[in-house]
């Protein structure tokens, strides 16, 4: 299962990653010599065996409905790169009528 | 690229519409479903946020107890089998109104599996299951605002957290009119069983539908679409109608349809914007919670807390209080008016006068005044009262009428009202052959013309008695004192 | 020269005989002396040791109407992927530049609650993704002992901290081995607890399923309170365990009569350096004269380890540091549109490690990859907890190994980016397993200190302290020579 340097591209996409074309011919060799070690995962047999979820919990634990809200100590302003009337700000979706795209 | 309904009806027909349909429901929670943020709408930008909504650096979701709660009595309420064991899981992709990167959902274990509801109604005819896949919960994002500041998005993250469940249907349902109807039961069950306002308009129900057409026949699916955007019920029929014809019409023409996502207008759908590479949102388990075990015990308790059903509630009252199908339908639809007429036809013991009086009276006064019925100022009790005091001839009917008018004005009871309007039925003979005399007095002609047999006349003579007394005048005595008069 | 211990300071300043402010000046003037700054031992990013002193002035006076807490007085250095109120929370990443948290970690509250002083944040590998603290945008921090080496990591600040004499307690954070590790390199004590023991609320998470705030003690004496202080369970994080704490201190002085010791074979292999093996026989004998019963077990799937770690670890960083994406807080670049912003930001901010740990937790859950690495991965990972299962129902209470395959190595020699996971070799299975374990130092080669590892089974952390105590107390001058 080598990696492409399209398959890089694609996963730096999702990823939100700006890659330059060089370096991402480089990242397909490191990923592809992390990813060889990682072969060894296949030889081994695990029919039949339980997905490590939740480790050591005894399920999961619930709160009431009840506030109050968790405080900040600093307002949005201390910490937002761009805010205006309340609203966090970023750069004008080019395409806004899908609520899954960027 | 538009689409409009506009294939012949012939070609349709040897066509089927495959459909199903996913909603989004948020849940009547005071605070979000993984933080103690407050989940109501109205606050200002961004104010009901805190580490955890808005993904600041080293928080972490806490599930609140109430969004469980709700979204199990919803699974049972739509007759589907709640899991011992379900797991959260994070679906990933960038969005600015996810703060997270990624919303916290339910994959490949959902809350809740193989449920069903029926859509048997008037208007789709004989009652129709619809299966439904799945209930899983998980949080909303918030909201991207473009129309607010030139240039750029503005982000409010209010929303963001905010408890849902998605209910999935099976691709059980084959025309526009059946997913209408499924999504009016499945409001309707929601509304019963109180776990949402369930509202599309204020967004507290949303739609997307899976379409797909095949010849009729075909036992294959084929090729679906998804279709988003829909603001009402009205709108997700006429948006699937639009969509089917599109498909047909490119089958027909031997294309083939093309896996997308596809937008409602309000009149037509256009592709979504294609996107920058697939979807890809590498679901795995929610590390930072471990799986939700739920006992049979708790699932039991549940179960036993949901309050009467439609289905259960329609059959009732068809049985114990003898009203005809349309009666039950409309008296049913809303569980606070059915909960209200209950209690009217209680108090009063004559279940069909009630049904009258709220279909009747009760019903347009809401109308006209937009008011929610929770909220109605003549309460059961009252209407009882007044309809009581027709039945015992206390008040006329029309007099009732005028009550009714005060009580929604003022709140007061009717006996009162009755009182102090001097709207008491006058049945004493005196009085009432007083009226009579002035009346044949000022229509001579009238009330020598019924004497001489035109009986018709009588209705004339009588109406203008009553219009005289306010509506008082007991009308049966009336009449009997009427024909003495011309008897001789 | 080592700080005045956690039981000394608290004690002390309980009596009057010091004052708070003394303490943090002496921390102070410790720093300055050993360079722990920027352009010294780097070991701290971020300090005020103005604030340091005034809230060391308001624990004074409030001194008289509060019952002493377990750590008063005492200043506790914090790795800065730990938030704090009054100090920068920038987890050693350009992205998160500037950044101040509105909130404050449990572990911090804790520590505040227990009359700790917190003294700056720590230098780290870039979002604890590192062996070295090399991959920091604040540059690397040098190892005390060798300063041509380096000091370990991701949790190296802390460790220098702690080793170099400026603190006698430091909180640092484990994923794979950051806090034993980077101990076992300084030559002091590391803990990393069960998962679940401490709340990893404010804890900037790496991998959330591994990932545990861990400590750092100049003895074994100082990590047993620092974690008692910060141990119990949160409400706040769903993983943390309603499990009682112990008084870690309680096996101070007691004896290893009737304990069981296992040594898995997969720890000592042929291939171990042989100096590290005499080390860690010399402290078995040590463990045998003190009464404990040692023999060997296997742990069979520990080769697996690193190759599971290296899918699990990058998958939920992915995940975890999406959040990053200049929209809310830290670090933004303008670019072309939205998209343009975040890939702009993104590549920016963060560094080459980070960058390729991302891509490769990516890859390995996208579709058609998700079932071939991340779930044969979970259930790998249900194997290697299997092994210590298995072993601490045998009637083993503790394991005992060495904490790195060798001694601290000189900056910059490890360059292939495997070859550096592989430092983790003998520390991620405690993490995949979620048991705990420490690491205390057991002796030197040519000058460079060598780490011995205790493991214990879940919530066992108490018997893990015992054994360490009593090693601690039979090496002596031995484990510093």
Known sequence: ?102 | MTATATAPAATLDRWEMVVGLEVHVQLKTRTKIFCSCSADFGAAPNANTCPVCLALPGALPMLNERAVGLASRAALALNCVVQPVSIFARKNYFYPDLPKGYQISQFDKPLALDGWIEIGTRAVGAPIRIGITRVHMEEDAGKSIHDRFTGVTAIDLNRSGVPLIEIVSEPDIRSAEQAGAYLRVLKQILEYVDVSDVNMEEGSLRVDANVSARRRGETKLGTKTEVKNMNSFSGVERALEVEFARHVRVLEAGGSIEQQTMLWDGSAVRPARSKEGSHDYRYFPEPDLPPLILSPEWIEQVRKDLPELPAARRARFSTDYELGEYDVEVLTADPQLADYYESVARAHGEPKAAANWVMGEVMATLKTSGEDIARFRVRPADLASLLNLVRDGVVSHTAAKQIFGHMVATGDPPAQIAEREGLVKVDDDSQLSAWLDEVIAENPSEAERYRNGEKKLQGVLIGAVMKKSKGRADPRKLNQLLTARFAS | MTARSCAVVCEETAAGRVTAADTVNEAVGRAREVGAGRDGLNAFVWRDDADALSQAASLTDRLSDTKPGAMLGVPVAIKDNIATLTLPTTCGSRILEGYVSPYEATVVKKLRAAGAIPFGKTNMDEFAMGSSTEHSAYGPTKNPIAPDRVPGGSSGGSAVAVASGVVSIALGSETGGSVRQPAAFCGIVGVKPTYGRVSRFGLVAFASSLDQVGVFGATVDDAARGLGVIAGHDPMDSTSASIAVPDYTAGANVGLKGLVVGLPKEYFPASLDPEIRRRCDAAVDRLRALGATVKEVSLPHTDLAIPVYYIVAPAEASSNLARFDGVRYGFRLEGEGLRGMYEATRSTGFGPEVTRRILLGTYVLSAGYYDAYYRKAQQVRTLIADDFRRVFQSGVHVLFTPTTPTPAFPIGAISDPYEMYLSDIFTATANLAGVPAMSQPIGRIGGLPVGGQFLASHFDEARMFTAAYALERALGAEALA
């Open chain 1, 1 to 102: 299962m080598a990696v492409s340097i399209d398959d890089v591209r694609h996963i730096a996409s999702l990823a939100r990653l700006g890659i330059t074309e060089p370096r991402a011919a480089a990242i397909a060799n490191e990923l592809n010599t992390i990813l060889a070690h990682m072969d060894e995962l296949a030889k081994v047999d695990t029919a039949g065996i339980q997905e490590a979820i939740g480790v050591g919990a005894e399920g999961l634990p619930v709160r009431k409905d009840l506030g109050p809200p968790f405080p900040l100590a600093r307002s949005h302003d201390a910490f937002a790169p761009s805010l205006r009337d309340g609203f966090f700000l970023v750069p004008r979706l080019s395409t806004h009528e899908s609520t899954e795209e960027s």
